[in-house]
């Protein structure tokens, strides 16, 4: 899979699997209270390049694990991304209108429904999670829902966004931005190989190995995402750019500076992908998505 | 445990065992996000009779459960019960600033933090459930994070919260408010009876009995919430009552009068405790939370 169309094949079909699976979990209801659902299903069925569940479907194959399984988890995932995005996006927050292209949830529907869609989309993932249809073990289950738990949390996700308000008002230094973006965005992304390793039942070591790609990729990722917030046009990106800079706020970009930048996400998706050999061809997918991180234009 | 003063004394002392179970669970750390934490903490630790945590741990009493374990769900319960209050008090859902007396999250913090306090707390409700300290057996641990879910989102709490965001518009008849305060509060009311039950490994028929009792006093409880709100002086209920009559919400007052309202509760806290009947003496503290919630002032 070194080949890109290949890749974007790879990931356009995983998507589209993504969603069937999200559209069955949110399945709407008759009531009044459906109002809720509808703001979720807006957020979470609203696109994207599911990167998160390709992570988990691609970790999962690894071990060869059942695929629906693997999407099922790759599902929880993305609707606490999708979670995290709702609230980000309102005005008590990032105050943002535009995402993905698409007005945010809380301009789509309201305020209130867009808190309350977001709090549903978070406890939704659990519940997938320990479901029986995720995994026959019971200690699998439970230990999906810690991890997705301890990386979604106030010392991860949560805490790191609260760093993110914490820098509007305070120079970081480079440790402190690392910092902030491992809980912030990493987390998350480690958490999602972490998932695949944990249905696989994976070795030690195994997890150990993919736990740093995770890490590598995610700082990558990040570094990406703050070059596309000063390269980027926001009609490509699908949200408003040059907002960190007009903020004052620290970034990877602002500290490193573009031409380092560049240099260290690239640097960082090498070795993200060395930490792969012991998987083989089976892991040139992940090889592939590593690539992609640092490369992509949106 | 016919007597008064014997109750209140157990409601209390399980409020303290519940307040050193949280206080541990949620422990201070280093970095500039602790804030998040210290808004967890204020308004997880910021009093309240626990009676959700109570109804965790008496019912878990009825099938000799380690006490320890049944403290840490009974905290998980409380977790997400104050994360929705947190939600609730901001001023794009209830807008409230008083809340137990105290200024509410989002007033001591600010409303982003109060956001991510909630986010937070409920996210730390299911990992400690999934921890392996809550239970030795994983199958366990996995059905607990799915009663919780399940009884906390959208079909559950969150949708309830939507239904009452639905009544501010829309006049309500019986069944269909009946309905709401099922989902909005006698959901996490009965999920507190069956973690008890989950962690006992109870019977069906325990299980079952449980269940009726938590849905009978869900309901007496939010018929005697709302009797407070119209007959409460609001600095012994610590918050703001007479809330639902401005707003022109129709309520079981509104909808049965005050005093068909207090029948109607009290018949139900009678039919809670015929539920408990195969308990035996074990119930006595159950029988008697269902009489206290019919008959307290705040």
């Given at each position: 899979?070194?080949?890109?169309?290949?890749?974007?094949?790879?990931?356009?079909?995983?998507?589209?699997?993504?969603?069937?699976?999200?559209?069955?979990?949110?399945?709407?209801?008759?009531?009044?209270?459906?109002?809720?659902?509808?703001?979720?299903?807006?957020?979470?069925?609203g696109?994207?390049?599911?990167?998160?569940?390709?992570?988990?479907?691609?970790?999962?194959?690894?071990?060869?694990?059942?695929?629906?399984?693997?999407?099922?988890?790759?599902?929880?995932?993305?609707?606490?991304?999708?979670?995290?995005?709702?609230?980000?996006?309102?005005?008590?927050?990032?105050?943002?209108?535009?995402?993905?292209?698409?007005?945010?949830?809380?301009?789509?529907f309201?305020?209130?429904?867009?808190?309350?869609?977001g709090?549903?989309?978070?406890t939704?993932?659990?519940?997938?999670?320990?479901?029986?249809?995720?995994?026959?073990?019971?200690?699998?289950?439970?230990?999906?829902?810690?991890?997705?738990?301890?990386?979604?949390?106030?010392?991860?996700?949560?805490?790191?966004?609260?760093?993110?308000?914490?820098?509007?008002?305070?120079?970081?230094?480079?440790?402190?931005?690392?910092?902030?973006?491992r809980?912030?965005?990493?987390?998350?992304?480690?958490?999602?190989?972490?998932?695949?390793?944990?249905?696989?039942?994976?070795?030690?070591?195994?997890?150990?190995?993919?736990?740093?790609?995770?890490?590598?990729?995610?700082?990558a990722?990040?570094?990406?995402?703050?070059?596309?917030?000063?390269?980027?046009?926001?009609?490509?990106?699908?949200?408003?750019?040059?907002?960190?800079a007009?903020?004052?706020?620290?970034?990877?970009?602002?500290?490193?500076?573009?031409?380092?930048?560049?240099?260290?996400?690239?640097?960082?998706?090498?070795?993200?992908?060395?930490?792969?050999?012991?998987?083989?061809?089976?892991?040139?997918?992940?090889?592939?998505?590593?690539?992609?991180i640092?490369?992509r234009?949106?």
């Amino acid at each position: 899979m070194t080949d890109k169309a290949e890749f974007k094949a790879a990931l356009t079909a995983n998507a589209e699997a993504v969603d069937r699976v999200l559209d069955e979990l949110l399945a709407e209801t008759d009531g009044h209270e459906n109002r809720v659902m509808e703001a979720m299903r807006y957020s979470a069925l609203g696109g994207g390049k599911r990167v998160r569940p390709f992570l988990v479907t691609q970790s999962a194959a690894l071990f060869e694990v059942d695929e629906e399984r693997a999407l099922r988890a790759a599902a929880a995932v993305e609707m606490v991304h999708c979670y995290s995005l709702i609230h980000d996006d309102l005005p008590a927050m990032d105050n943002d209108d535009l995402r993905r292209g698409q007005p945010t949830c809380h301009i789509a529907f309201d305020d209130a429904t867009a808190i309350l869609a977001g709090d549903a989309l978070l406890t939704k993932a659990f519940e997938v999670l320990a479901e029986d249809a995720t995994h026959q073990d019971a200690k699998v289950r439970a230990d999906l829902v810690l991890a997705l738990a301890k990386a979604s949390g106030h010392q991860g996700m949560v805490g790191g966004q609260m760093l993110d308000i914490y820098a509007e008002d305070h120079e970081l230094d480079m440790p402190e931005i690392t910092r902030l973006q491992r809980m912030k965005t990493g987390e998350l992304i480690a958490v999602s190989c972490e998932l695949g390793a944990v249905l696989g039942k994976a070795s030690e070591n195994a997890r150990h190995r993919l736990h740093n790609y995770a890490h590598d990729i995610g700082l990558a990722f990040q570094i990406a995402d703050d070059l596309l917030d000063v390269e980027g046009d926001a009609a490509e990106v699908g949200k408003q750019t040059g907002k960190d800079a007009a903020a004052g706020k620290a970034t990877f970009v602002s500290l490193l500076g573009i031409e380092q930048a560049h240099t260290q996400a690239q640097l960082l998706s090498n070795q993200a992908q060395e930490h792969l050999e012991i998987f083989g061809e089976k892991a040139d997918s992940l090889r592939a998505l590593a690539h992609f991180i640092v490369n992509r234009r949106s």
